[in-house]
């Protein structure tokens, strides 16, 4: 039934401004805004909606966006300096990357709390 679809996946957060400046500035993905939501224009062509919901809004507790690099601490340094705070989970070290087996991960939230990730791709760790 949906497969010529183009499915996509949408998160809300509390203040679309705030997301924009991150999400476009801090984080360099390209963004638009349509209607009072964002689009944010990953690579691969398929966009992901990010929605208002004001006061109402519950920050995801679960990584909702992952972002696949080829140099982790190069990633994870970049994003420190553009203010990003790594969340020092259990078996992640003091860089704020876990190595706790499984790709070499980082989480980090956007300013509506929401989980994101920051990983090394497997072709690159190995």
Do not use: C
């Not at 010529?4 to 638009?32: E, R, W």
């Not at 966009?47 to 006061?55: M, Q, T, W």
């Not at 507790?61 to 259990?90: C, S, W, Y």
């Amino acid at each position: 039934m949906f497969e010529n679809t183009k499915a996509f996946s949408g998160f809300s957060v509390d203040d679309i401004p705030a997301a924009k400046q991150f999400y476009s500035q801090v984080l360099g993905v390209p963004v638009t805004e349509t209607n009072g939501m964002l689009h944010l224009h990953v690579a691969g062509g398929t966009d992901i909606l990010v929605y208002p919901k004001g006061p109402a809004h519950k920050p995801a507790t679960f990584t909702i966006l992952n972002f696949p690099v080829a140099d982790i601490e190069a990633a994870v340094k970049g994003l420190k300096e553009r203010g990003v705070a790594f969340e020092q989970l259990p078996g992640v070290g003091e860089d704020g990357i876990s190595r706790a087996g499984g790709p070499l991960i980082a989480w980090f939230k956007d300013p509506a709390g929401n989980w994101l990730s920051v990983l090394q791709e497997a072709e690159a760790a190995e």
